[in-house]
C-alpha cells in the first residue's frame, strides 16, 4: 500500500540521519594538549591553579600538559608542591617561559628543570634560584648555608633525573646565575631541551619527539594537529591570587588602618569603617597566604600607637616623627615576604607619609572638636548670659530671659530686676545665675513678656 510505503521511506531517513550523528558523535583521534598560563608570584594560590590543571589532564587523558610560565619567583613549599606533583602526573608536562621577554626565575627555575620538556621563547631568561628567608627577617650564616645547600641538592636531583645540565643549575642556586635562551639551551648538556617563538611552534617541534619521564621510561610526544584546550583560573583563583601580592597586601593593610583611624575619629560614618574593616580582613588573608615579618606588623602598629599619642601628650613632635619613622621601618621588614618580589618604596613611602598625616589631621581636628562647648541642650546654658525679668534673692527664686526663653532662676545674692546675670549651673528647669556687671545688653534685653 502507498501509505506503507511512505512509513518504510520515512524510518528509512530517520535511520540515516540517527547514524550520521552517531559518526559525528564519535570521538576523533586527535591528541589532546592542555595549556595552564600562569604570569605572577609562586605560591599557594598558583600551587592550587597548577595542580588543579594537571588533574584536569589526567581525567582527560590528555597528551600533553604546557605549562606557559612567567614568574619573579615564589615559594619554595609551593614550588615544592608543584614538583611533586608534575612528576607523579600521568600525562608529560612541558614549562614554556614564554612570550619573548618574560622570565622564570627562582622558583620559576625549579619548575622549569622539574617539567618533562623545558622550553624557553627567544628573548627569554631563567635562573637566580639562591633562597631566601622567607618571612624576610636576616638568617645567621650556619642557617643560611643550610637552606642554600639543601635547595641546592633538590635542584641537582631534579637536573640529574631530566638529564640536564646539574653543574649549572647549581650554579643558578649557589651563586645566583641566571641565563638566556640561548646560554641555557647551547650548554652542554643543556639546561633547556628547545627554544620556540610560541605555543604552536612549541607544538610543531614537540611532535614526534621521545621524551623520558621521571622514571625513565620513554615517550613519544604526538602533538600534530593537537586538540589544545585552556584551563583558565576559576574567578576565586584570581581574587585571591590579586591580593596574595605583596604590594596588593601591604595597600589594604595602610586602607585598612586609615579607614578604621577616619572611623574612631568620627564614629557613626559608617563606611570608612565598613571599608576599613573589609580592606584588614582582606591584608589578614594575604598574610596567611605570604610568609610574613611580625616585627615588622609589630612595628606598624607601634608607630600607630605613637601617632596617636602624638595627639595626648605635649612632646613637641618627637612622637610623630618616632610613629612615622617606627611605620617606615615596620613596612620595610613586613612586605619582604616572597623571596624575588618586593614592594618598593615608591609604594612604602606615599603610604607611610599619607597614614601619618591623616592620623594627626583627623587626630587633632577630633580633639579640636571635643573641646568646643556644647551648642545644643541644658548644657550649652551654662556660661550664657540673661537679664532678670523679676527680683531674685536667697531662697526666693524669679525668672530671667535667656536665648529668647523665659526660665525660673534661682541666686544665693540679690538680683534686681532688670540686672544682667550669667548662668553657673542648671537644675532640672531652674538656672542657677550670678550676677555679672559687665555683660552689656543684647538681644535678651528685646525680650518682651
Not at 645567621?140 to 645547600?149: G, H, L, N, Q, V
Request: net charge neutral; proline share 5%.
Amino acid at each position: 500500500m502507498a501509505w506503507a510505503r511512505w512509513i518504510a521511506a520515512g524510518l528509512a531517513l530517520l535511520l540515516a540521519a540517527a547514524s550520521a550523528g552517531r559518526l559525528r558523535a564519535l570521538p576523533t583521534d586527535r591528541p589532546t594538549v592542555v595549556v595552564a598560563e600562569f604570569d605572577g608570584i609562586i605560591h599557594p594560590i598558583a600551587a592550587e591553579y597548577l595542580t588543579g590543571a594537571l588533574d584536569d589532564a589526567d581525567t582527560s587523558n590528555a597528551t600533553l600538559v604546557v605549562v606557559v610560565l612567567r614568574t619573579p619567583g615564589g615559594l619554595l613549599e609551593s614550588t615544592r608542591t608543584i614538583v611533586s606533583r608534575i612528576i607523579s602526573s600521568r600525562a608529560p608536562v612541558a614549562v614554556f617561559v614564554a612570550p619573548s621577554g618574560s622570565r622564570a626565575a627562582s622558583a620559576g627555575f625549579l619548575l622549569t628543570i622539574a617539567a618533562d620538556v623545558a622550553a624557553m621563547a627567544p628573548g627569554t631568561h631563567i635562573g637566580a634560584a639562591h633562597p631566601v628567608s622567607g618571612d624576610g627577617q636576616k638568617i645567621d650564616e650556619t642557617m643560611a648555608k643550610k637552606a642554600t645547600s639543601d635547595t641546592a641538592a633538590y635542584v641537582r636531583s631534579l637536573a640529574e633525573a631530566r638529564h640536564r645540565n646539574v653543574a649549572l643549575a647549581e650554579q643558578a642556586v649557589l651563586e645566583s646565575r641566571a641565563f638566556t635562551d640561548g646560554e641555557a639551551a647551547r650548554a652542554s648538556p643543556p639546561l633547556v631541551d628547545l627554544v620556540a617563538s610560541d605555543l604552536p611552534d612549541l607544538l610543531r617541534q614537540l611532535d614526534g619527539r621521545t621524551i623520558k619521564r621521571f622514571d625513565g621510561r620513554p615517550v613519544v610526544l604526538k602533538t600534530r594537529d593537537a586538540d589544545v584546550r585552556r584551563v583558565e583560573m576559576t574567578r576565586r583563583q584570581r581574587f585571591l591570587g590579586a591580593i596574595a601580592h605583596p604590594q596588593i597586601a601591604y595597600l589594604l593593610l595602610t586602607l585598612g588602618m586609615l579607614g578604621l583611624t577616619i572611623e574612631l575619629w568620627n564614629p557613626g560614618s559608617i563606611l570608612p569603617g565598613v571599608a576599613g574593616g573589609l580592606s584588614l580582613l582582606l591584608a589578614f588573608f594575604a598574610f596567611q597566604v605570604l610568609p610574613v615579618n611580625i616585627t615588622g606588623l609589630a612595628l606598624i602598629v607601634f608607630g600607630i600607637g605613637l601617632l596617636v599619642l602624638e595627639l595626648k601628650v605635649p612632646s613637641f613632635g618627637a612622637l610623630g616623627i618616632g610613629g612615622a619613622i617606627s611605620l617606615f621601618i615596620g613596612s620595610l621588614m613586613a612586605t619582604r615576604g616572597v623571596p624575588g618580589v618586593h614592594v618598593g618604596l615608591g609604594v612604602i613611602l606615599p603610604a607611610v607619609i599619607v597614614l601619618s598625616a591623616a592620623v594627626l589631621l583627623l587626630g587633632r581636628l577630633a580633639l579640636a572638636a571635643q573641646r568646643q562647648p556644647p551648642v545644643t541642650g541644658v548644657g550649652a546654658l551654662i556660661g550664657q548670659q540673661a537679664q532678670a525679668r523679676s527680683a531674685l534673692a536667697r531662697g526666693a527664686p524669679g525668672f530671667v530671659a535667656v536665648h529668647g526663653e523665659l526660665w525660673q532662676a534661682a541666686a544665693d545674692v540679690s538680683i534686681e530686676a532688670g540686672e544682667f546675670v550669667r548662668v553657673s549651673d542648671v537644675n532640672g528647669l531652674t538656672l542657677t545665675v550670678v550676677p555679672d556687671p559687665a555683660l552689656t545688653r543684647t538681644g535678651d534685653a528685646s525680650w518682651k513678656a
